[in-house]
């Protein structure tokens, strides 16, 4: 993205909707000057709000707003900006945006560029300004509370943390680069080896579990079973609506149907499944390949299982649970309220009614046993999904979690690079250890500072930034 940082900058910064108020953000040098051309009220205090109207070019009352004006550095840009309530109407809101981009070198900001600008004058890090997009986006309450703590700056002291560490290691090394004949003895004196190892054991423990991009993409959950088990009769309980449809065709789901949920403030992705069958239909077979697929994907698996109906294949799909991400829901209360009566499990499967758990070879899952058409049925099994996401969560290590890809990506870099750093004490006769080392050191530091901006490089603003809407 190419920015002429002198340019005073404006667009919306609300929904581009019709709505009561809408708040346009003005930022750069000629902020204060710009505005005050148009408004009727001499500005005269910094972080005071004024009532008045807005005058075109041609005289015309545009509106009447309330206008504040923040001295930079202390705004969010960190330039001087000012924002202007209108009244939340287009046509009000492409009046006044027409007549500041007509004055001298203002024009309108490019998605994100608020920010970016907010970053280049050092008023937040990288993962700040992620967590102010994800902020925006959030949708749930555990969405909400972990981008609030990524914009409070929680990720960059954890990323700031392992960073110092490198540079700590790196400035021993550097040292050691003085005394080549005695360099080993120097950082094995330090304990630069070992303390190597231990930083890649914490950043191999911060991706261990994926818990912080789960909360902000949704966590997947796939319902998966036999034709007619009653998946789609889940799915419809669980969002509340006609989502799927029902029928006692056996087949009837023929594809992945996907729901967006809420629960207990986690966010959830619910897919019902086409039931898995061997099938010669083209269709049909096409949907079971995705509806095994899905279920390999997905971070959780409910599997639905009619007890009348209960066979090999079920316990096939028994076989495709992973302990701790799958539970168990045996269909049709209604009809067989005693699961163990009809000894549906012929003795390979042990079904312990007390603490409602399945075992089957070693594996054991929770279940349920629901009448699916029925909606009081919901609360149990909606307490059982949350249970489980929040132990899956709650596994995760405490304090900020990693919420990107690029986190990720950056965190595997650091511990190629360093263990490249270890496994040079390994090589006997090493040539010029420290030097080798300090180097591998440095790109270690390189990479994890991108994560917070610390050693920043255009492409990776272009990537954080070009995410963001117009305004932010
Ligand atoms: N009485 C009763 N009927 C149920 C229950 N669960 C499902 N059904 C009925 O069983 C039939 C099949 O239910 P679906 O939810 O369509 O089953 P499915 O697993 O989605 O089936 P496919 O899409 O064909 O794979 C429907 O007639 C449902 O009304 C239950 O708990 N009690
Ligand atoms: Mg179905």
Redesign the pocket.
Known sequence: MSLFKNDTIVALASAPLAAGVGVIRVSGSKALNHVQKLFSKEIIKHRYMYYGTLKGSNGMVLDEVMVVYFKGPNSFTGEDVVEINCHGGLAVIDSILCELKSLENCRHAEPGEFTRRAFMNDKLDLTAAEGIADLVAAETEEQRRQALSHVQGELAVKFESWRERIMHLLAHTEAAIDFPDEELDVLQAAGIQEKIKLLVNDLQEAIETNAGERLRDGFKVAIL?K????????TNLLTGKET?I????????RDVIDSHLNIKGYPVILS?T??IRDTDDVIEKEGVGRAKKKADEADFSIL?IDPADFSQEDLQLINLLKSDRGCIVF?????FNQLVEFNIFNNTVELSIDNQMVKYKNKEFKYLH????QNNSLSSILELLANMIGKLFGKAQTGARISRERHRQSILDTCKHLNRGHGLFEEVNSFSLSELLAQDLRDAAHSIGQVTGKTDTEDVLDLVFSSFCIGK
């Open positions: 079973g034709p007619n088990a009653g998946k789609s009769s889940l799927a029902v029928s006692e065709i056996a087949g009837t789901t019902d086409a039931g639905v269909s049709r209360a209604d009809k629901l009448n699916l058409t």
